[in-house]
Nanobody
Framework: QVQLVESGGGLVQAGGSLRLSCAAS????????MGWFRQAPGKEREFVAA?????????YYADSVKGRFTISRDNAEKTVYLQMNSLKPEDTAVYYC?????????????????WGQGTQVTVSS
């Protein structure tokens, strides 16, 4: 059973930055796909970014965050990060970390088996 704990959310002005962290309970996480999703009030959970296993380290981003967000992983620390720059009010949402116990990166939330509790990000205009 993989446990994930997100942190780093908060309130920031438009144009600002935040760094989200997701600490995992399993060291074998290095072989899994790690992803970030977000859910705004009244909307469905949407894909934000994902990173493949450590030996590949390929990254994937939603078009809406490409060029502003960066996903990375520290396998030794069992942590995945989401660096968010140039934040916009439309980035306001609860951000979730997720793990897919497979090698293929997908953007569908239902294909990820483990989820954190979420951390709130609010961007004011």
């Amino acid at each position: 059973q993989v446990q994930l704990v997100e942190s780093g959310g908060g309130l920031v002005q438009a144009g600002g930055s935040l760094r989200l962290s997701c600490a995992a309970s399993e060291r074998t996480l290095s072989t899994y796909v790690m992803g970030w999703f977000r859910q705004a009030p009244g909307k469905e959970r949407e894909f934000v970014a994902a990173i493949s296993s450590w030996n590949v380290g390929r990254t994937y981003y939603a078009d809406s965050v490409k060029g502003r967000f960066t996903i990375s992983r520290d396998n030794a620390e069992k942590t995945v990060y989401l660096q968010m720059n140039s934040l916009k009010p439309e980035d306001t949402a609860v951000y979730y970390c997720a793990v897919r116990t497979g090698m293929v990166v997908v953007t569908t939330a239902g294909m990820y088996g483990y989820w954190g509790q979420g951390t709130q990000v609010t961007v004011s205009s």
